[in-house]
Antibody, heavy 121, light 108 residues
Framework: EVQLVQSGAEVKKPGESLTISCQGS????????IGWVRQMPGKGLEWMGI????????TYSPSFRGQVTISADKSVSTAYLQWSNLRASDTAIYYC??????????????WGRGTMVTVSS | EIVLTQSPGTLSLSPGERATLSCRAS???????LAWYQQKPGQAPRLFIF???RRATGIPDRFSGSGSGTDFTLTISRLEPEDFAVYYC?????????FGQGTKLEIK
């Protein structure tokens, strides 16, 4: 079964660092772009960026560049989303997603269940 | 950055009625690069339509997509109770691959 399994919910304080993960299975992880999408409470979907685990080529939305770091470890079929200095405004659900076709920027047909990140003092 | 504007924000209809959801882009979008997703509360989004008009696996044929250039439409021919949800369009032709703000389809 093709799936993306995301790490569990996190509760952090402002200023703390955090890394959440997204592990793929059932497909060739190195050959598909993996994207990250933010959904703030009660709000819509925001495209954050995307990484190609095969060579770690990464593209960020200008809105998120410098705010987060996207990385991947193809040896464990896992993509990561990292913050070094969390803010309350980072409180959201973060989804990882895989496009329809390998090696292509495409619609996302496989989604993780999401990781809820709560940042509160 | 391509901005996608969806309308209406909320659409109130009854089961059996026809729903028409609009997605307008600030710049031309390739017809191969426009998708629609459905999201229900507490769930991840689900791909419904890609490449403007192609249904994803398992999506019933009452759902159809159309459009070109800057104007795209998702049509649900006869609403079923399970269709009431939020729908998002997304363009994936030009980075950043932006989403619209969503249309909430609610039961009237």
């Amino acid at each position: 079964e093709v799936q993306l399994v995301q790490s569990g919910a996190e509760v952090k304080k402002p200023g703390e660092s955090l890394t959440i993960s997204c592990q793929g299975s059932g497909f060739s992880f190195t050959n598909y772009w993996i994207g990250w999408v933010r959904q703030m409470p009660g709000k819509g979907l925001e495209w954050m960026g995307i990484i190609y685990p095969g060579d770690s080529d990464t593209t960020y939305s200008p809105s998120f560049r410098g705010q987060v770091t996207i990385s991947a470890d193809k040896s464990v079929s896992t993509a990561y989303l990292q913050w070094s200095n969390l803010r309350a405004s980072d409180t959201a659900i973060y989804y990882c997603a895989r496009p329809l076709r390998p090696s292509a920027f495409d619609a996302f047909d496989v989604w993780g269940r999401g990781t809820m990140v709560t940042v509160s003092s | 950055e391509i901005v996608l504007t969806q309308s209406p924000g909320t659409l109130s209809l009854s089961p059996g009625e026809r729903a028409t959801l609009s997605c307008r882009a600030s710049q031309s979008v390739s017809s191969t690069s426009l998708a629609w997703y459905q999201q229900k509360p507490g769930q991840a989004p689900r791909l419904f339509i890609f490449a403007t008009s192609r249904r994803a696996t398992g999506i019933p044929d009452r759902f159809s997509g159309s459009g070109s250039g800057t104007d795209f439409t998702l049509t649900i021919s006869r609403l079923e109770p399970e269709d009431f949800a939020v729908y998002y369009c997304q363009q994936y032709g030009s980075s950043p691959y932006t989403f619209g703000q969503g249309t909430k389809l609610e039961i009237k």
